[in-house]
């Protein structure tokens, strides 16, 4: 079976032509024309053709297609770190691989914490410094009050 075409990205705008705007892929094929004609809004509003800068608008839009496709798991598998662990075959494994560089069944559970976690917070309430103070504070409280009789 053949690969299917790729149309890789940066996508741009190019004006094609006065009352055209033309998307291309990297390899500058038109995936898209966007087509405007500024003479005639300027006889009625809610005509049936875009005005220049909304077509330049559109086509915008159309290239951040390839960003928002990217967003989605596996649309790139096929360019994935592959993990490369010896397989009982003796190939390398082509799984794709996770952050520490193997693949869910090679690279172990997890590939660790994420940075800046928070829920390995230290906020230091249970030093031995903070319960103690904590310990001496309430006997001083619990000393002012027998002193006073309440
Ligand atoms: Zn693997």
């Known amino acids: 079976m053949a690969e299917p ?3 890789p990205p940066p ?3 190019e004006r094609a032509h006065e ?3 033309a998307v291309k892929d990297a390899n500058g094929i038109v995936l898209a024309t966007v087509h405007c004609r500024d003479d005639l809004q300027k006889w009625s509003f809610g005509h049936s053709k875009l005005s220049s800068e909304e077509a330049r608008r559109i ?3 159309i290239t951040r297609i390839p960003e928002f496709m ?5 649309f790139y598998m096929h360019r994935a770190k592959r993990c490369g662990a010896k397989t009982r075959s003796g190939k390398p494994c ?3 691989a996770m952050a520490n560089g193997r693949c869910r ?3 172990g559970p997890s590939p660790g914490a994420p940075k800046g976690n928070q829920n390995a917070f230290k906020h230091g309430r249970h030093t031995r410094e903070a319960i103690a103070h904590r310990k001496a ?4 409280i619990q000393a002012g009050r027998n002193a006073v009789n309440l």
Not at 70 to 74: D, L
Not at 137 to 140: C, E, G, P, V
């Open 5 to 7: 075409r790729r149309f």
């Open 11 to 13: 996508w741009t705008v």
């Open 19 to 21: 009352d055209t705007f």
């Open 59 to 61: 086509a915008k839009a």
């Open 70 to 74: 990217m967003q989605r798991r596996g």
């Open 94 to 96: 082509q799984s794709p």
């Open 105 to 107: 069944m090679h690279g």
């Open 137 to 140: 504070f309430s006997l001083l």
